[in-house]
């Protein structure tokens, strides 16, 4: 039993990740209203081109989060002027709009795995930046996974700081609540939905670099980590920081535990028997507002 | 005889009681008006009678039958129809198709379709729409498409009829015809409570008329008794005397 | 005469009928002259047949977006695994099917109470959980995962195949213009009104939902024997969603023929750009969905209606002056 306190902490490491994965999905979801199941691909590229910089230009991989940062959001913003916002106008309601802009993103995900596959070839790849074991109250942890849990969480707050105290925060988070009144009161609803996919995009990407620290970087990491943030998002709730974050902790802890006193191979089924009764119980998850 | 009542009736969203504390009855054959102003907790009244909502606290009886709990659907079956203020009409569907789901659904016991179609045919002759049956509803004036929810529930063969807001949105020719539409449906035996804002259409052909304000009936009486009354003209009728007459 | 009344009064429907019976016809006796690959490509393509046509009959008349056909086919697919060499083939197809009705049950009643994005997402969980969970029993239960299907003649399964499809393009179009199907279509039109004209929602979706998996199920287990080799990963991929999705998408929805006509065109577009270009075939999927989504979201089906419409106003304008002069 003296391995719990390792495995609960290692889980809230994990978590802070995890959380950093919802809240990219959670943006582009809670506001510009596209479920984006190719997140996760989104975070594979992040990955990849963090390990890219690491191995070829010696880069460590903070800088290289600072570096795809961009051109990730300048994606997502541009995927969102183009495809969604087209997908928008012409979809005959809501309910259409959300179908069709989750199957526009399926074939995203083809696409953007495709590349993936094209560019980094079939075998996983792995590079080492701190990866070395420090104690910490006891336990030993490696450094890498201190670290990425420190950075997620900050950038965490960073955002969150931007969502409740700047106007531009603000703004979208009126968007969030209802875009037509929020556009009557003059806010350009059109660029907050945009900025919002950039960010999201910009944020899988940096949740990528931070993973690619941690794991190996493959071609199927996208999918695995669409189903996490996935799950992270349902349970903390559609729309909210805090709650992606708690959210993803109690999932990195349920992962910890599972894998520790059970077996890694049922880390999945037991994430998906807490969404069911999640689903069944309260729709909206933890924090959520709808 | 008691067709519904209602005793203590609650609703509250999170901390805002939407219906307060009400009790109300309507008898077999009457036409009942709801009144009041925007927000006051008319629409919610009808969504705790018809089960698209449950109820927070109290007791609503159709026929005696408690209502509590029961889904919209056996409600229907019982005798409780409906239309609803935002249209909801099944909007690529023709009119007859609209009207059959009332007719095939609306009873307790298994229809037989040349039945259902029957119903369809006099439902739609009620209502002045046998001319457009074939066309797709999304397709309809405004006027129309409210006819087909009439037609649609009166296909369910109701006992009791919620109207919501069925004058809205029309002109004053249009309001006189569904003035008479409304006293025809009555004449056929089926009870009447109707929600309404136009108040030309509440004092023409209400026999009674409810009034509620933040959730609370504040008065209960004849077309007369209401129109004298001093809370209510303070509360509502002052300004809708001059915007609905 | 009365035959050539009959004809006359009954012309599209004898129209239909007989071209139906011809293309019957040569899908029957497609073994003997077509060849391995054609047979094994029909057999294909009617398998993504029945799943887009089940597909469209829940998802498309309920408005409900389900992204569980990869669970449903599955399910059979793994059946035929088990039972392959304890019953003959024919009894196991309608075992598949029942088995993919009997877990579409519970899924459905938990599920279909979820808001329409929450279902998509719970259905595209339950693909990936049910690939863990079996892979996880499998490797508890057995000690290994995945197992070797016997090969059927290619006859064998382009019949059961054909036969299946052929029951389900008849179940479904009678239960299209059943109570059931009207009360699945009312519930698409709008749900809540539905409810209150007496429509049991629930009871329907579900049912809807079980029935349209007992079809997947059937073409799971039919397809079993062409892979040869199956486990959790290859029975039930996430392609076996996406693809019934984009086949009846792109066909259309609103009219009967729409998945049919997706199916077969993009059944036979993956299997030769498989065959050409096996890198290229994710990337140009993924480009060809997000542009059918974009620029036809009715599919084919609403733009030959469109253009019916747009044909029929222009003959009937062409009528009117013609009648003036």
Not at chain 1, 133 to 159: D, E, P, Q, Y
Not at chain 1, 173 to 188: H, I, K, Q
Not at chain 2, 44 to 64: C, D, Q
Not at chain 3, 118 to 138: K, P, Q, S
Request: aromatic share 10%; net charge positive.
């Amino acid at each position: 039993m003296s391995e719990l306190p390792r495995l609960i902490v290692s889980g809230i490491l994990s978590g802070g990740i995890y959380g950093l994965l919802a809240m990219g999905l959670s943006l582009q979801y809670g506001v510009a209203r596209v479920l984006n199941i190719a997140h996760g691909e989104l975070v594979m590229v992040g990955a990849m081109l963090t390990w890219f910089l690491f191995t070829s230009f010696n880069i460590n991989p903070l800088v290289a989060a600072a570096i795809i940062g961009p051109p990730l959001f300048a994606i997502g913003f541009l995927l969102q002027i183009t495809l969604f916002r087209g997908l928008k106008a012409w979809a005959p309601s809501q309910a259409a709009f959300e179908g069709n802009a989750l199957l526009a993103s399926f074939g995203l995900l083809y696409i953007i795995s495709y590349l993936g596959l094209l560019e980094f070839g079939a075998y996983p790849r792995r590079y080492d930046w701190l990866n070395y074991v420090v104690t910490f109250a006891g336990m030993s942890l490696r450094l890498n996974r201190i670290v990425a849990f420190a950075v997620a969480v900050a950038i965490g707050v960073a955002v969150y700081l931007f969502l409740t105290r700047s106007r531009l925060g603000r703004a979208i988070r009126a968007t969030a609540e209802d875009p037509a009144t929020a556009g009557l009161m003059g806010v350009n609803v059109n660029m907050v939905l945009a900025l919002c996919f950039g960010l999201g995009a910009l944020l899988a990407g940096v949740a990528g670099s931070l993973i690619s620290m941690i794991n190996p970087v493959g071609t199927t990491m996208g999918f695995r980590n669409t189903v996490i943030a996935l799950i992270v998002v349902v349970l903390g709730g559609l729309g909210s920081i805090p709650g992606s974050f708690i959210a993803g902790i109690i999932i990195g802890i349920v992962s910890s535990l599972v894998t520790g006193f059970w077996q890694p191979v049922y880390v999945v089924p037991v994430y998906f028997g807490i969404l069911m009764v999640l689903l069944l119980a309260r729709p909206a998850g933890i924090l959520g507002k709808k | 005889m008691r067709i519904l009542e209602g005793q203590g009736v609650n609703k509250y969203f999170g901390g805002l009681a939407a219906v307060s504390n009400m009790a109300f009855h309507i008898d077999q054959g009457e036409i009942v008006g709801l009144i009041g102003p925007n927000g006051a907790g008319k629409t919610t009244l009808f969504n705790l009678i018809s089960a698209a909502l449950p109820l927070s606290s109290g007791e609503i009886r159709f026929r005696g039958r408690k209502l509590n709990g029961l889904k919209p659907h056996q409600i229907c079956k019982m005798g409780v129809s409906r239309t609803f203020q935002e249209t909801k009409i099944f909007g690529n569907m023709p009119v007859s198709q609209n009207v059959l789901v009332g007719a095939f659904f609306g009873s307790p016991n298994r229809v037989p379709a040349e039945d259902a179609a029957r119903e369809v045919t006099q439902a739609l002759e009620f209502v002045g729409l046998s001319a457009m049956r074939a066309t797709p509803v999304k397709d309809l004036t405004l006027v129309n498409q409210k006819r087909v929810e009439v037609a649609r529930a009166l296909a369910t063969k109701p006992e009791l009829l919620l109207l919501d807001e069925l004058m809205a949105g029309l002109n004053p020719t249009e309001i006189s015809e569904s003035m008479k539409l409304v006293t025809r449906i009555r004449d056929t035996g089926i009870t009447i409570l109707m929600v309404e804002h136009v108040v030309k259409a509440i004092m023409g052909i209400c026999e009674r008329i409810m009034v509620l304000h933040h959730g609370e009936k504040i008065a209960d009486g004849t077309c007369r008794e209401i129109a004298a009354n001093k809370t209510v003209i303070d509360v509502y009728l002052g300004e809708g005397a001059h915007a609905g007459s | 005469m009365d035959i050539t009344r009959f004809i006359s009064t009954h012309r599209k429907l004898l129209l239909v009928g007989v071209s139906l019976l011809i293309i019957l016809g040569f899908l029957a006796t497609l073994p003997l002259y077509g060849g391995v690959y054609y047979t094994r490509l029909l057999t294909t393509i009617l398998m993504y047949v029945i799943l887009s046509v089940s597909w469209a009959m829940f998802s498309g008349s309920t408005g409900y977006m389900s992204l569980a056909p990869a669970v449903f086919f599955g399910v059979g697919i793994y059946t035929m695994g088990f039972l392959q060499r304890i019953l003959p083939f024919p009894v196991i197809i309608p075992i598949g099917g029942l088995l993919s009705f009997i877990v579409a049950l519970p899924v459905g009643l938990v599920t279909l109470r979820l808001k329409g994005i929450y279902f998509a997402i719970f259905t595209f969980g339950l693909v990936v959980f049910m690939r863990e969970v079996v892979a996880a029993l499998e490797s508890d239960l057995f000690g290994r995962v995945g197992q070797h299907i016997n090969p059927l003649p290619d006859e064998t399964m382009f019949y059961a195949m054909l036969v299946i499809a052929v029951a389900t393009l008849l179940a479904i179009y009678f239960i299209r213009r059943s109570r059931l199907g009207l009360a699945m279509l009312s519930i698409g039109g709008n749900e809540e009104a539905a409810a209150h004209m007496g429509v049991n929602t629930i009871r329907v979706k579900v049912l809807t939902f079980a029935i349209s998996a007992f079809f997947m199920g059937l073409a799971g287990v039919i397809m079993a024997p062409m892979k040869i080799y199956i486990d959790p990963r290859i029975a039930f991929s996430p392609i076996y969603s996406f693809m019934p999705i984009l086949m009846a998408v792109f066909g259309g929805m609103g009219q009967f023929y729409g998945p049919v006509a997706g199916a077969i065109i993009f059944a036979y577009l993956e299997k030769t750009l498989r065959a050409q270009f096996p890198q290229y075939f994710m990337l140009g999927f993924g480009i060809i969905l997000v542009l059918i989504i974009l620029f036809l979201p009715n599919g084919i089906a609403g733009l030959v209606s469109k253009l019916q419409n747009k044909l029929g106003g222009v003959i009937a304008k062409l009528g009117k002056e013609g009648e003036a002069e």
